[in-house]
């Protein structure tokens, strides 16, 4: 690596201060900037950006829209596709009744005994990040979110993966609302914390694990889609895959990223992305909660998903995963998640799908 570059400088200037700087200074600002469309055009400068842009350890890919193999411009991401809405809402119908052990195993933990997203074509982040061979951390951000829901119905996910799903906590509401100056609601709060009996005949069971189904395919899509490039970049130490609306989040670390080189991946047999392992599922439950900027969450839910036979490598203590929950959402849904880890736990069983 040089000290002072050459091919940056004006000719007709005696001196240029910015062609001055070490590269070791001009890859720091690069990783500062991180944005792939403005490393490209930085690349375009001189020579010396050239050979420096692809050197980078920090990379931000946004996607605007999505180029499907058939050369479609239709936006497959967006909740309001019926594209989606139909292919999501089939794969359900298929799967819900066998997925779900029946209802009547859900007891107090306290005590009483075709794929979603289509294939990316010449616009694919694998093929954008070919000439990055110094990558340690990367961020890539979908156009909205996957799951499809009814106008003021909340649902924000975050996952993490290695090989397969290590953890995912889930965190839904039926409204998101303004919250009122006085509401009957808010003498639900004095439950004890427990789900009531309305819960299970009104369909709010059913609608919660719809939701969770949704998104786990959602998350184990993204997971399978990002294969191509985990196995291209080796020096990749971080990895996160979100969406511009905040709705769901794929993390992988670099112990994770390990762990899905040395371990072959397991894609589901109706679809191409990662199975779904059989997990435990832990539900907390509040018909209503105060959110702090003067909002309120109807039906607030919070579900967390671990697989039922963890593997020392997917191991984790209950202050790590409770760290990993209350750390998922920011503000001011990670007040919900505080108020929810504090209600009553129900726990359900899922099949692998």
């Given at each position: 690596m040089q000290t002072r570059g050459s091919g940056c400088a004006d000719p007709s200037s005696h001196w240029d201060h910015f062609d001055l700087l070490p590269d070791s200074v001009?890859?720091?600002?690069?990783?500062?900037?991180a944005d792939v469309r403005s490393l490209g055009r930085c690349s375009a400068v001189c020579k010396r950006f050239n050979s420096l842009v692809f050197m980078v350890h920090d990379v931000y890919i946004k996607i605007d829209h999505v180029v499907t193999v058939d050369g479609n411009f239709d936006d497959p991401y967006s909740p309001s596709s019926p594209r989606q809405r139909n292919?999501?809402?089939?794969?359900?119908?298929?799967?819900?009744?066998?997925?779900?052990k029946p209802f009547y195993n859900i007891h107090n933990a306290k005590g009483n005994n075709k794929p979603v997203f289509p294939q990316l074509s010449h616009h694919s982040?694998?093929?954008?990040?070919k000439g990055f061979t110094h990558v340690r951390n990367l961020r890539i951000e979908l156009p909205s979110g996957d799951v499809g829901t009814e106008e003021g119905v909340l649902i924000k996910w975050r996952a993490e993966f290695g090989s397969t799903l290590h953890k995912c906590v889930i965190l839904g509401g039926t409204r998101v609302d303004v919250k009122p100056v006085s509401s009957e609601l808010e003498s639900s709060l004095e439950d004890g914390g427990s789900i009531p009996e309305s819960f299970y005949t009104n369909g709010g069971l059913k609608l919660r694990v719809v939701w969770t189904i949704s998104s786990l395919i959602a998350a184990s899509t993204r997971h399978y889609l990002l294969r191509p490039i985990i196995m291209?970049?080796?020096?990749?130490?971080?990895l996160v895959l979100t969406d511009a609306d905040g709705q769901?989040?794929?993390?992988?670390?670099?112990?994770?990223?390990?762990e899905f080189r040395e371990n072959p991946l397991t894609p589901s047999?109706?679809?191409?992305?990662?199975?779904?392992?059989?997990?435990?599922?832990k539900l907390k439950y509040s018909p209503y909660l105060e959110l702090s900027g003067g909002m309120a969450l109807q039906g607030a839910t919070l579900v967390t998903i671990k697989?039922?036979?963890?593997?020392?490598?997917?191991?984790n203590t209950r202050a790590e995963i409770d760290a990993f929950i209350s750390g998922s959402f920011d503000s001011p849904f990670k007040t919900a998640v505080k108020a929810l880890m504090k209600r009553r736990t129900y726990l359900l069983e899922m099949n692998g799908f």
């Open positions: 001009v890859l720091l600002i690069f990783n500062k900037l292919l999501v809402s089939n794969f359900l119908k298929l799967i819900l009744v066998s997925l779900l982040p694998a093929q954008v990040l291209n970049h080796p020096t990749l130490k971080s769901g989040t794929l993390s992988m670390g670099e112990e994770q990223l390990k047999a109706s679809s191409n992305r990662t199975q779904v392992p059989a997990s435990n599922m697989p039922s036979s963890d593997g020392s490598s997917t191991g």
